[in-house]
């Protein structure tokens, strides 16, 4: 009788699925399949602070509700997981829905959305009422921007915006009830979202998800490969350094055709197969996808920094700027120590350095100091480009600019790094002014802090200072003129040395290039 019980359970469990996959959604009973997504937890490579970040704030305070009421914690119902595609959000979000071990209803837009008036608002409310009949449950809505679109695009009949403030309402009860319903949406595309979803109270965590770093995607390789027809000895940094931009997607399809081949081949994989097959895929990350979800990043996660990995931080330091001793002294002195005693020149009535400016011929690294000064002060390092925004047109560009000062102060500590500056800030009474002044009049409002620079530098780098609006150049706007001069001999000695300190060489090699460089350093350094 007992198994009789069992075989009728399973059986309901399979019948309420099957009707729950008409209706828009998968729903996951089964105590076995939600051990099988606890264990993708760890499968999760290379997301360590983000885990552990979700298990303090949110896995945690809903598992031991005693706890959080005796210290008054309001438990989490909202986390978004943004990203590239591929990163593994979906996976993420599985696991999370796993390591409750809660209920899951994971959400099929494709057929929650009806062709008949009203259905498909009927749907949405079913599935928030399923998740209430089995609580406590999680919802995992993937591609979420395809529901949670900003209702200002779309036209007033759409079923979209409708959804969307059914999912407020929804999400509004579960908080205000404090329900055991944990929502998790997956997007790629945040900028689409309605501002009304990411307030805190809906969705509380916003969260990043990046794509793998080297020492990520060694991992990948290595625990991708266990259990597969590999001969010899597999050297996953090497396959790490090849795949720059790879995501976690395009690593399993590598494994995967690998496999395959080997399988058709008759022949185990090997180091030298895994090169070629990988020389065959280009990365689906291209750079002005990652620059794109940089920006992302920094406007739409609550994370500042992820552990020891801090993203927006660059690595350069002062060691990878050969020579330039001066420049440094004076940047350590009036900029790094300023902002690192800022509390105290505050009480003195000092304001602190809000701009320096860095001229000098090209290719002098100017852009390497920035970076450097940005690795010293631990501040997330964000480009303004001239070119990029002669590219915009100067009607776009003060925009731009405005959104980017904006973005600095939301993750202060931050150094805006404005390159070719002249190209957007040259005289107003120039011929090329006129058109520009606006976005000039933008960078003079920012730069004078009416709403506050705090812990934000601007440093700025032009080959031709002698073309930039004089207003940008008094102090209080660029405080620090600093010149770049080209490498003398002890300084080309030095440049060599970082470029090489890997490489094994002769003795007296280092002294006889700088020697023959100074004929080619003055050609390449010539004015004009």
């Known amino acids: 009788m007992h198994f009789r019980l069992v075989e009728i359970r399973f059986e309901q469990e399979e019948k309420q699925s099957m009707v729950a996959l008409e209706r828009g959604y998968q729903l996951i009973l089964n105590k076995d399949e939600l051990k099988s997504l606890a264990n993708e937890w760890d499968n999760v490579v290379g997301l360590d602070d983000i885990k552990n970040e979700i298990e ?31 990163v593994g959000k979906t996976m993420l979000a599985r696991a999370i829905a796993g390591r409750l071990g809660w209920t899951t209803i994971i959400m099929n837009l494709g057929e929650l959305l009806s062709k008949y008036y009203g259905e498909s608002e009927n749907r949405l409310t079913e599935l928030f009422k399923v998740a209430r009949n089995y609580a406590p449950s999680v919802i995992i809505i993937d591609e979420f921007d395809a529901i949670g679109k900003a209702r200002t695009r779309y036209v007033s009949d759409d079923v979209t915006p409708r959804l969307l403030n059914i999912l407020l309402s929804e999400m509004d009860g579960i908080t205000k009830s404090n329900e055991n319903i944990l929502v998790i949406g997956t997007t790629n595309q945040p900028d689409l979202l ?17 794509p793998p770093n080297e020492e990520t995607r060694a ?9 597969k027809p590999v001969q010899g000895p597999i050297d996953y940094v090497k396959l790490a350094k090849m795949t720059d931009r790879f995501t976690g997607a395009d690593i399993m399809n590598v494994i995967r055709t690998a496999v395959l081949e080997s399988l ?34 920094l406007q739409y996660s609550r994370l500042r920094t992820y552990g020891k990995a801090q993203v927006g931080i660059p690595e350069v330091t002062w060691n990878d700027v050969g020579d330039l001793e001066e420049v440094k002294e004076v940047i350590n002195k009036y ?7 800022r509390d105290i020149l505050e009480k003195l009535g000092i304001e602190p350095i809000h701009g320096i400016l860095l001229f000098g011929p090209p290719g002098v690294g100017k852009t390497l100091v920035a970076k450097a000064t940005a690795n010293m002060l631990k501040a997330n390092f964000i480009e303004l480009n001239g070119a990029e925004l002669a590219r915009v047109g100067p009607e776009r560009a003060a925009a731009v600019v405005k959104d980017v000062f904006n973005m600095a102060r939301d993750n202060a ?15 107003r009474d120039s011929p090329i002014g006129g058109v520009w002044s606006n976005v000039i009049a933008q960078l003079l409002t920012e730069m004078d802090g009416l709403r ?14 002698w073309f930039i609006d004089p207003a940008l150049l008094r102090p209080g706007r660029f405080d620090k003129v600093i010149y770049i001069p080209p490498p003398n001999k002890d300084a080309r000695r030095e440049i060599i040395k970082i470029h090489m300190r890997n ?26």
């Open 503 to 528: 490489a094994e060489v002769e003795e007296g090699v280092i002294d006889w290039v700088a020697e023959v460089t100074e004929a080619i350093a003055a050609l390449t350094w010539l004015p004009g």
């Open 219 to 227: 991992r990948m390789f290595e625990t991708m490969l266990r259990g």
């Open 335 to 341: 900029v790094i120590a300023t902002m690192q005693r």
């Open 194 to 210: 309605d501002p009304a979803l990411l307030r805190p109270g809906r969705f509380d965590k916003v969260i990043y998800v990046p």
């Open 56 to 86: 303090t704030s949110v896995i945690t305070p809903l598992r031991d509700v005693k706890l959080s009421q005796k210290y008054g914690l309001m438990p989490i119902h909202g986390v978004l997981l943004f990203g590239p595609p591929g």
């Open 452 to 465: 506050g620079l705090n812990n934000v530098i601007v440093i700025a780098a032009t080959n031709r200072p």
């Open 413 to 427: 500590p931050a150094i805006i790094f404005i390159d070719e500056i002249d190209s957007v800030a040259p005289p």
């Open 264 to 297: 058709r081949d008759g022949e185990p994989i090997t180091q030298g197969k895994l090169e070629e097959i990988i020389n065959r895929y280009k990365p689906s990350l291209t750079y002005d996808l990652l620059e794109r979800y940089e920006a992302f990043r």
